[in-house]
């Protein structure tokens, strides 16, 4: 009984040290580039403009069976050099199709 119990153990032991770990953590998103348009009435040409939002990896979620990601953001930024930088504090994400390279910077789905 006991040899059964010990074998029973170390198989469990086993399976479990096998098991993959998640660990959610934070993630900074960085995209730069040059632009050319106007904000608040202040126009800019051919200006760097850099987007840096941070999330949190336990919040991907997944569209259509894993073909789209999106991961909300804890907070977001926008800098436009000459300019200056926004915080954004309308509720923001990011959504990546990995097959196509395609990454957005929307406003929330959920905020309307």
Request: proline share 4%.
């Amino acid at each position: 009984m006991r040899l059964l119990f010990s074998v029973y153990a170390g198989l469990v032991v086993a399976i479990l040290s096998l098991a993959p770990n998640a660990h959610a953590t934070s993630i900074t998103y960085e995209i730069s580039g040059v632009a050319s348009g106007t904000i608040g009435g202040t126009t800019f040409t051919n200006a760097l403009v850099e987007l840096t939002g941070t999330g949190d990896t336990a919040n991907v979620t997944s569209l259509f069976s894993g073909e789209v990601f999106g991961n909300p953001f804890n907070s977001f930024t926008v800098t436009i050099g000459g300019i200056g930088t926004a915080t954004i504090t309308d509720p923001s994400e990011i959504w990546a199709i990995p097959v196509s390279g395609l990454f957005q910077f929307p406003r929330s789905l959920s905020a309307g």
